[in-house]
Nanobody, 125 residues
Framework: QVRLVESGGGSVQSGGSLRLSCAVSGYIYSTYCVGWFRQAPGKEREGVAVIEHDGSTTYAESVQGRFTISQDNAANTVYLQMNRVKPEDTAMYYC???????????????????WGQGTQVTVSS
């Protein structure tokens, strides 16, 4: 069974930085892609960034140039480095995994079938 566990959320001031971690287990790591998604109160869940085992990445336009997704293959952990955060980045952040396919880069939450429990990020102005 695929398992994902997020950590690293918290409160940060606008312009600051935060790093989220997602520990993944229970599947052949190289056959999946792992993405970060977020959901703010009253809004739909949206894709933030995704990384494939070969290191290729895709970002949502709203975070391009501010957020960086990376992975430690030896530790089976995916990170989301959040820089120059804004109040509109406030949300519950989830990591999710799915088998590798073109769906990975589309960052559609409905296409991901394995989810963590989420970690809250709050950005104050």
């Amino acid at each position: 069974q695929v398992r994902l566990v997020e950590s690293g959320g918290g409160s940060v001031q606008s312009g600051g930085s935060l790093r989220l971690s997602c520990a993944v287990s229970g599947y052949i790591y190289s056959t999946y892609c792992v993405g970060w998604f977020r959901q703010a109160p009253g809004k739909e869940r949206e894709g933030v960034a995704v990384i494939e085992h070969d290191g290729s990445t895709t970002y949502a336009e709203s975070v391009q140039g501010r957020f960086t997704i990376s992975q430690d293959n030896a530790a089976n952990t995916v990170y989301l480095q959040m820089n120059r955060v804004k109040p509109e980045d406030t949300a519950m952040y989830y990591c999710a995994a799915r088998p590798r396919s073109y769906e990975c880069i589309l960052l559609r939450s409905v296409a991901y079938n394995n989810w963590g429990q989420g970690t809250q990020v709050t950005v104050s102005s």
